[in-house]
């Protein structure tokens, strides 16, 4: 599963968050002295009344003599039965939460036996979801679909719900013979009963663990691709969509695993490869054999435009999970890195095949950028650790871009021919098996020669990265450069070491690139090296071969040459950053001249962020140059929301003008977000007319909700609060009228405020699981201690990874609900100040008195 920046979480971030503490607990796979082997699930699926029954039957087997006991997680099970299929005594005890089963007579060693859970679950708190049409929404969509990441399955499937239990799976499905059953695996048969409904069989012969189960039932439209081979490739969604939009979406699959196969060196290992994408999901999931989507990620001819290499990205990572992830499971939650790492890093490497090295670097880029901003601003971890309190918290920003920049640089330790025959040779080893993150570093140890547990050590299991200040002086008389590197991160008092690294230095003289390989080792170095003659560029890294942060400008003269000489797009990227930094004009103003003549629109993007932190008139013209000339709708977003930083009559106008032509979803979002933060010169007629206008996405509305709340006028309040009610507002711009609503309350009058918060509350307890989310994430933004009573209540419907998520919530709520020992400290004071006051008075009362 990809992080999507479009999908709201609960979350907690701040300066200063700890992902995990001493006390925190450490994580194991469980023990499996009874293994489950294989699961056949008979349920039948109730749509309209958002409900499931039947029985599942379990075989397990012995690994050693005399096990008696088995628990299998499942939550909120009614009218449950358990019993052995062979007429075997046993007893069971259900606690809500766990089945735990006892046999009479003890296991032999290797014995196989099968157990029967007959049970009810109706709107399961999680895993099974439920659509359809209601009086609000007539036009909603019929579906019941699973979704389990990281530990949901128990919420409708009895099994022991962690990654190194696999077994193979049978499902027959019975629902209203009208809908389309997708489960993994294959099509074994379908029969029609006299009822009205059928039975789908489906069989996965290859052993899944529970979170990798999945089953889709609803009113699909269908569009198949080529098949590759033998393996049948389609696409399902609701019928709000055309065969048009499913191809134009998906239609790059068949190339994918063309190109997957290849570059893996390795045959597909599932039967089929189907994906659906339904409305009110989370991102996408890899489901074998079944991957999910939400359907935001469906593409119409405009969507596309802006979206087409951010689907294929996601389609190459989801699709990559079918080796790591799938074929190939990690033991436990501490290796998830072993899937989401690789399956983020093949997205890179799919950009490097198809559309070149820019692409790809600028990827790597952007990755190195999301994994600083979390551990800077939020927490370090080590990629690989057992102390968590979700394994749901594992999938962050350190697992994601994080990891997949550390199988860069290990790519580019070892070479392409070893680290490719070594990747191919352990996804062969250990297809159908449960790895650990040593098992992958002693295959990688074979191929190479080379020992890399060092490695492993400084950048999977320790916390952190480099962070490296860099300082260059060249000497003409002795034609010496000098470039000093300081670790800054090292703490030798915290035991924080320095990284070892091997790199380059880098510069050029008369456009001729020269480098000299070097290693760190020590926490300050020094390097003199010969340069004929005063160098137009100076580089750390010059091929990007190191995840690190590095601070290093070498003057203004040799970045505005960096700017546009130099031949990779980081390159680039890097010297428009420093030169923004400086706030100079020249240097401004030689990134607006750089910008008319960038090439690569990822260069531009990053040009036009820079653009937006600098804060000076120079680069306030520069993004009015821009805004008029900018037409690739991939770097639109990006320059309007850098214009939003500015409050200027001469951006309102520059946007007004924009919207006179049709731009594509994303680029009118953005552009009502930057119209709203012009506040009192913001055009509240367009405004309000924007947000009354449903778009496919709901991507433009879902701006003009934020572009009313970022003018902070009261009368937005009222505008928003009809718009988050239930009805009133499609689902894909809904939860984002919620969250615009509680920005806007966050800075209103109390009596407002308190209007807010009421209106968040009571979407705490909406039908719509994804506007629950936005209400709770609301009252966070208001800072709302009085809601604390209602999001406890809240948290009692929501899954234990969500639960977790929610308390660091409260417990933000309830440390600003304390008076701190300082406002404590001043309200004495002033008390005492007052007392005083009053001590006077008293006395100058009682002397006239007296007189």
């Not at 009113?219 to 134009?248: H, K, S």
């Not at 790199?503 to 001729?512: K, S």
């Not at 090296?529 to 003269?557: C, E, M, S, Y």
């Amino acid at each position: 599963m990809p992080i999507v920046d479009a999908e709201i979480e609960l979350s907690c971030a701040g300066a200063n968050e700890t992902f995990s503490g001493p006390d925190t607990e450490k994580h194991y796979p469980p023990d499996l002295e009874l293994e489950p082997l294989h699961i056949d699930i008979d349920l039948h699926v109730d749509l309209e009344n958002e409900a499931a029954s039947g029985t599942v039957i379990a075989t397990v087997k012995a690994r050693r003599d005399g096990v008696r006991q088995l628990s299998l997680d499942a939550l909120d099970f009614e009218d449950l039965e358990v019993w052995d299929v062979d007429d075997r005594d046993l007893n069971h005890r259900y606690d809500g939460r766990s089945i735990m089963i006892s046999w009479k007579d003890p296991f032999a060693q290797s014995e196989e036996r099968r157990v029967a859970v007959c049970y009810r679950v109706i709107r399961p708190v999680s895993g099974l979801f439920f659509s359809k049409p209601t009086d609000a929404y007539p036009d909603d969509s019929w579906y019941a679909a699973t979704d389990h990441e990281t530990e949901r399955a128990k919420y409708w499937l009895p099994c022991i719900d962690l990654p190194n239990v696999r077994t193979t799976l049978d499902f027959h499905l019975r629902a209203d013979q009208r809908f389309t059953i997708l489960a993994n695996g294959s099509l074994i048969d379908e029969i029609v009963h006299d009822d009205g409904t059928k039975t789908a069989h489906w069989r996965l012969a290859h052993r899944c663990p529970s979170y990798l189960a999945c089953f889709a039932i609803g009113e699909f439209m269908r569009v198949d691709d080529e098949p590759v081979g033998d393996i049948p490739i389609a696409y399902f969604t609701v019928r709000d969509f055309n065969d048009e939009d499913l191809r134009r979406s998906f239609g790059r699959t068949r190339d994918m695993l063309l190109w997957m196969i290849d570059k893996l060196g390795m045959p597909y290992p599932f039967p089929k490869y189907l994906q659906f994408a339904l409305p009110c999901f989370y991102g996408a999931m890899e489901n074998i054999s079944l991957v999910s989507w939400n359907d935001i990620f469906i593409l119409d001819e405009i969507l596309a435009k802006e979206w087409q290499q951010l689907v294929d990205a996601v389609n190459v990572h989801e699709m990559a999970h079918s080796y790591f992830g799938d074929a190939v499971v990690c033991r436990d939650f501490a290796h998830a890195w072993l899937k989401e790492s690789w399956a983020t890093y093949m997205e890179q490497c799919w950009l490097e095949d198809t559309c070149g090295e820019d692409d790809a670097l600028y990827e790597f880029y952007r990755n190195a950028v999301a994994y600083f901003t979390e551990a800077s601003e939020r927490y370090q971890r080590p990629i690989v650790t057992r102390q968590f309190r979700s394994s749901r918290d594992m999938y962050d920003k350190h697992l994601y871009p994080g990891g997949a920049c550390r199988l860069h640089m290990l790519r580019l330790v070892l070479g392409d021919e070893v680290f490719w025959g070594a990747v191919s040779d352990y996804l062969r080893r250990y297809t159908g098996k449960v790895v650990e993150t040593d098992d992958f570093r002693r295959v990688l140890e074979e191929h190479s020669g080379r020992s890399l547990g060092r490695w492993f050590d400084q950048w999977f299991f320790t916390p952190g990265y480099p962070l490296l200040n860099v300082r260059f002086k060249y000497d003409e008389a002795s034609m010496h450069g000098t470039f000093e590197i300081e670790q800054k991160q090292v703490d030798r008092d915290k035991g924080i070491p320095p990284f070892v690294i091997e790199t380059e230095l880098g510069w050029t003289v008369d456009g001729q690139d020269y480098s000299q390989p070097v290693t760190l080792e020590h926490p300050k170095h020094t390097f003199v090296v010969d340069i004929a003659n005063a160098p137009t560029q100076v580089r750390f890294d010059p091929k990007i071969r190191v995840l690190a942060k590095l601070d290093f400008n070498p003057g203004d003269t040799l970045l505005r040459h960096q700017l546009t000489e130099a031949k990779d797009v980081v390159g680039r990227i890097l010297a428009a950053t420093e030169l923004a930094k400086t706030g100079k004009h020249g240097n401004v103003q030689a990134i607006v001249n750089a910008y008319s003549s960038e090439a690569f629109w990822g260069v531009r993007v990053e040009m036009a962020k820079a653009l937006g932190r600098v804060s000076v008139e120079a680069a306030l013209q520069g993004l009015l140059q821009i805004i008029a000339i900018e037409n690739d709708p991939r770097v639109l977003e990006t320059v309007f929301h850098a214009a939003a930083k500015y409050r200027d009559p001469r951006i309102k106008d520059a946007l007004l003008t924009r919207l006179e032509v049709d731009l594509p979803y994303r680029g009118q979002m953005a552009a009502y977000e930057a119209l709203g933060a012009q506040r009192v010169d913001a055009p509240w007629e367009l405004l309000v007319e924007a947000a009354a206008k449903e778009d496919f996405s709901g991507f433009v509305q879902g701006g003009a909700f934020r572009g009313l709340a970022a003018t902070r006028r009261t009368e937005a309040v009222e505008i928003l609060l009809e718009r988050v009610g239930y009805g009133t507002t499609r689902h894909r711009a809904r939860p984002a009228a919620v969250a615009a609503l509680a920005e806007l309350g966050s800075m209103q009058e109390p009596g407002r405020r308190e209007q807010v918060v009421d209106a968040l509350v009571a979407l705490l307890r909406d039908p719509v699981e994804k506007v629950r989310r936005a209400a709770a994430e609301g009252l966070k933004t208001v800072h709302a201690t009085e809601a604390i009573q209602a999001l406890e209540a809240y948290r009692g419907i929501l899954p234990h990874q969500e639960q977790v998520k929610l308390d660091r919530m409260l417990d933000k709520l309830r440390a600003d609900e304390k008076p701190t020992e300082r406002s404590l400290q001043k309200q004495l004071e002033e008390l005492r100040d007052k007392f005083r006051s009053l001590e006077d008075r008293l006395q100058k009362l009682e002397a006239t008195s007296e007189n």
